[in-house]
């Protein structure tokens, strides 16, 4: 199967040498690529800045703003079986930004922020591969990741608890809850990133070989 990764946090700038970012690692959207080259699958990541090494076999497309990682998924989802949009992508960027870096000054500096567009939004509803989205959540977990599956027409959101400290953002751990569109949840207990990863990934492809079974029965 081919899967399409996001991975990381995006950049939004403010001026050329600073940015709106987030804490994201891209641990586990790497391990996630990772886990689907060692099962067969093909691999494109579209990664947003992170520290990790590239993982052997995959295409990479790098990326820093939301607005790149868009225009990437849009140009690559539709060769895609199943998006997984594990990037942590800004929700808010600098309304403008400054050509020049931005002088020092006495008293507050505020700025204005304006709502990044939302990638999986954005998708067409009427789509041949399966989309994976990603909560991070610090309250109502359950809840809050299954209103984002509907809002933004997923067929499984994976949500994990980023207010502990033992997993989520930036831990080599995770433990998460998996939502499917049908109302079927899943659990996968706390584990190093790399076995959650692998969990995963056999989830979502018997998810998306249902649905080729169903299509030519
Ligand atoms: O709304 P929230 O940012 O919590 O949603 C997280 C999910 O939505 C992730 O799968 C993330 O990759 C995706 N997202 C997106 N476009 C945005 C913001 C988030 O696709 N602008």
Redesign the pocket.
């Known amino acids: 199967m081919r899967f399409l990764i996001?991975a990381g946090p995006?950049r939004e700038p403010l001026d050329p040498v600073r940015y709106l970012s987030n804490r994201s690692s891209g641990k586990m959207g790497y391990a996630i690529a990772e886990a689907s080259l060692e099962a067969g699958h093909e691999v494109v990541l579209i990664s947003g800045p992170v520290g990790i090494n590239r993982p052997r076999g995959a295409a990479v497309i790098p990326i820093s703003t939301?607005d790149e990682?868009?225009d990437a998924?849009h140009q690559q989802a539709r060769n895609c079986d199943i998006l997984v949009?594990?990037?942590?992508?800004?929700?808010y960027k600098p309304a403008k930004v400054s050509k020049s870096k931005i002088k020092k000054r006495d008293g507050n500096l505020s700025f204005d922020l304006i709502?990044?567009?939302?990638?999986?939004?954005?998708l067409p509803k009427n789509r041949k591969y399966i989309v994976?989205?990603?909560?991070?959540?610090t309250e109502n977990v359950e809840t809050?990741a299954l209103e984002?599956l509907r809002e933004?027409n997923?067929d499984i959101?994976v949500a994990n608890d980023v207010s502990r400290a033992d997993s989520g953002m930036e831990s080599d751990e995770n433990e998460v809850t998996i939502l499917f569109r049908g109302g079927e949840i899943k659990k996968i207990s706390r584990a190093p990133k790399k076995i959650v990863a692998r969990e995963l990934i056999k989830i979502f492809a018997n998810v998306c070989e249902k649905r080729l079974t169903k299509k030519i029965a």
Request: charged share 20%.
């Open positions: 996001t995006t939301s990682m868009f998924v949009m594990c990037a942590a992508v800004a929700d709502p990044t567009r939302d990638i999986l939004a954005s994976v989205g990603f909560a991070a959540e809050n984002k933004k997923c959101v």
